[in-house]
Every structure is written in structure tokens, then in C-alpha cells.
């Protein structure tokens, strides 16, 4: 079987693991290949391996089963969205902090790999969010797609932003606060989260918005089903904002443009494993164990 594997070439432990995750791969039988993008960073560290290894996104997307992210959350998202238009099988293992995305840990990778070897996991597919900017001459920006949330507000701590808010093309809301988080299901257990959103489960269907800080009472969150669009606007006082797309802040959006933003599906799909379970997950990550006594 071939295998992707999407190292986080910006952290260290992350070599140190690869030279022994190799030998187990090739054990379990798996012939594996990274991004080409990885080869500069592997060879200033003294790991050389031989040219074929490494592939472009669209050869790995095309030639591979299953997509393998090495690091934390964030080293999972980004392989979901390199790999989002390709019918691949993605898996993480978990080398970040907290973490709910990465469904293997350095303790159990071979035991996991068998698992994947022999089928034995469940498949599940995942919303994400398609957003796109159109601009006052009517001309759109479409941005990157995103498996974890959408967050516009002020680049600086503590400023109150305000956006117009429409669902459907009907205006809802006018919000100020320190900003708003579009979520996925899967995001909902991020910045989501944090900021007083419901937690769902990953496979829902649905769009949840959450304001950051409201400074009105407006501190409730709605969950909206998959087939509404939202749109987001300045108000005449505002001149721009800032656009974080899980967690990339490149991008803004200015006085007399919307963002529109709505739920899709993508080819990529999710391994979770048969003795795992979402909402157990959560539990023992994000809630302290209660033991009678």
C-alpha cells in the first residue's frame, strides 16, 4: 500500500520521529512518500533519502491510499486542505498538545498501521467551509477551503470590530465584538469552543457562528444546516478587517466587499478507529476524570 506522509517540518522532534518511523512502515508494508516541498528541510538535517521519495501534491493525491500527517492539529489541517480535492484517507499521528484531530500516537502506530493494513477502521467524511470575496466592482476572490473555522475581526487584541451579518440574503444581525468565528463540526471544538460555541460532532452537517467578546447581548451562538449561505459586511465605519482561514490571517476584507461563506463536501475522508469514539474523546481531553469514591 502506498502511503503520504505530511511531516510539520518546523518542529524538530518531528525528524527525530521519522528515522523511527520508517523502519515500521516498511515492516507493515508500506511504501511511503512525501511532498516535495519536504526534501530541503530533511537534507539540512542529514536525512537523505532517494529522489523518488519525494512527489508532487498531485502525484501523492493520485498514486497514495492514505494521507499521513505528522505533528499536531495544525499539521493536520493543512494536509486536509492540500489533500481535500483527492479521494485519500487521512490520518494523523498526534505529536502536538492538546489535540483532537490525530487519531494515532507514537505509542500505538503499529498496532494502527495493521489496522490500517487489514481495514479495520471506520471512514468518515467531513463539512468544510468554501468562502469567497466579492469584490465592489463585482469581480469574487474565491479563498482556500477550510476543515476548522473562518474568524474575521481586527488584527489588534482587544479592538471591537462590527459586521453585518446576512444568512441567506437576509440580514440577520449586527455585530460588535472582538469578532466572529464561522465553524465547522470538526472546528467546534477549537477557537469555537472557546469562545462559548456548542461542541458537535465531527460528522454533522452544519455551520455554527460564535461571536468573540460580543459587547452587547449578543452572546449566543446558532447552528445553521449545511445548505445556508452566509455573508458577511463592514458597516460604514469600518474600513477592513482581517480574514484568519484556519488559523492563515493573509487575507482582508474591506469597507463595500462581502465574504460569503457556505458548507461543502470534499473527496478527502477521515480513518477513525474501531475502539474510538468522538464524544469519549472529548471527554478525556477536555474534562478532568471524576472517580467515585
Given at each position: 500500500?502506498?502511503i503520504?506522509?505530511?511531516?510539520?517540518?518546523?518542529?524538530?522532534?518531528?525528524?527525530?520521529?521519522?528515522?523511527?518511523?520508517?523502519?515500521?512502515l516498511?515492516?507493515?508494508?508500506?511504501?511511503?512518500?512525501?511532498?516535495?516541498?519536504?526534501?530541503?528541510?530533511?537534507?539540512?538535517?542529514?536525512?537523505?533519502?532517494?529522489?523518488?521519495?519525494?512527489?508532487?501534491?498531485?502525484?501523492?493525491?493520485?498514486?497514495?491510499?492514505?494521507?499521513?500527517?505528522?505533528?499536531?492539529?495544525?499539521?493536520?489541517?493543512?494536509?486536509?486542505?492540500?489533500?481535500?480535492?483527492?479521494?485519500?484517507?487521512?490520518?494523523?499521528?498526534?505529536?502536538?498538545?492538546?489535540?483532537?484531530?490525530?487519531?494515532?500516537?507514537?505509542?500505538?502506530?503499529?498496532r494502527?498501521?495493521?489496522?490500517?493494513?487489514?481495514?479495520?477502521?471506520?471512514?468518515?467524511?467531513?463539512?468544510?467551509l468554501?468562502?469567497?470575496?466579492?469584490?465592489?466592482?463585482?469581480?469574487?476572490t474565491p479563498?482556500?477551503?477550510?476543515?476548522?473555522?473562518?474568524?474575521?475581526?481586527?488584527?489588534?487584541?482587544?479592538r471591537?470590530?462590527?459586521?453585518?451579518?446576512?444568512?441567506?440574503?437576509?440580514?440577520?444581525?449586527?455585530?460588535?465584538?472582538?469578532?466572529?468565528?464561522?465553524?465547522?463540526?470538526?472546528?467546534?471544538?477549537?477557537?469555537?469552543?472557546?469562545c462559548?460555541?456548542?461542541?458537535?460532532?465531527?460528522?454533522?452537517?452544519?455551520?455554527?457562528?460564535?461571536?468573540?467578546?460580543?459587547?452587547?447581548?449578543?452572546?449566543?451562538?446558532?447552528?445553521?444546516?449545511m445548505?445556508?449561505?452566509v455573508?458577511?459586511?463592514?458597516?460604514?465605519?469600518?474600513?477592513?478587517?482581517?480574514?484568519?482561514?484556519?488559523?492563515?490571517?493573509?487575507?482582508?476584507?474591506?469597507?463595500?466587499?462581502?465574504?460569503?461563506?457556505r458548507?461543502?463536501?470534499?473527496?478527502?475522508?477521515?480513518?477513525?478507529?474501531?475502539?474510538?469514539?468522538?464524544?469519549?474523546?472529548?471527554?478525556?481531553?477536555?474534562?478532568?476524570?471524576?472517580?467515585a469514591?
Amino acid at each position: 500500500m502506498n502511503i503520504s506522509v505530511f511531516p510539520n517540518t518546523g518542529k524538530e522532534e518531528v525528524y527525530l520521529f521519522f528515522k523511527e518511523l520508517i523502519p515500521v512502515l516498511k515492516e507493515e508494508g508500506f511504501r511511503f512518500y512525501l511532498p516535495e516541498s519536504a526534501r530541503p528541510c530533511f537534507e539540512e538535517r542529514h536525512i537523505y533519502l532517494s529522489e523518488d521519495y519525494y512527489q508532487s501534491y498531485d502525484w501523492l493525491g493520485t498514486h497514495t491510499t492514505v494521507g499521513l500527517s505528522i505533528g499536531g492539529d495544525g499539521s493536520f489541517l493543512q494536509a486536509a486542505r492540500d489533500m481535500a480535492a483527492y479521494p485519500i484517507l487521512l490520518a494523523g499521528i498526534h505529536m502536538g498538545e492538546l489535540g483532537f484531530l490525530n487519531t494515532i500516537s507514537p505509542a500505538n502506530m503499529k498496532r494502527r498501521f495493521q489496522e490500517i493494513r487489514e481495514g479495520k477502521y471506520n471512514v468518515e467524511k467531513r463539512v468544510f467551509l468554501s468562502s469567497c470575496i466579492r469584490h465592489e466592482d463585482g469581480t469574487e476572490t474565491p479563498l482556500p477551503d477550510v476543515l476548522n473555522d473562518i474568524v474575521i475581526g481586527h488584527n489588534m487584541i482587544g479592538r471591537m470590530a462590527r459586521l453585518r451579518l446576512w444568512i441567506d440574503d437576509r440580514f440577520f444581525q449586527q455585530y460588535p465584538a472582538d469578532g466572529l468565528v464561522i465553524s465547522t463540526p470538526t472546528g467546534s471544538t477549537s477557537y469555537a469552543l472557546s469562545c462559548g460555541g456548542p461542541i458537535m460532532d465531527s460528522r454533522a452537517e452544519n455551520m455554527i457562528i460564535v461571536p468573540i467578546c460580543p459587547h452587547m447581548i449578543q452572546n449566543f451562538s446558532m447552528v445553521l444546516p449545511m445548505d445556508r449561505t452566509v455573508k458577511i459586511q463592514l458597516p460604514d465605519r469600518e474600513k477592513q478587517l482581517h480574514i484568519s482561514l484556519d488559523g492563515n490571517g493573509e487575507y482582508k476584507i474591506c469597507r463595500n466587499e462581502c465574504l460569503y461563506i457556505r458548507c461543502i463536501h470534499q473527496k478527502i475522508r477521515f480513518i477513525r478507529f474501531l475502539d474510538q469514539d468522538f464524544f469519549s474523546t472529548i471527554s478525556s481531553r477536555l474534562f478532568p476524570k471524576i472517580v467515585a469514591t
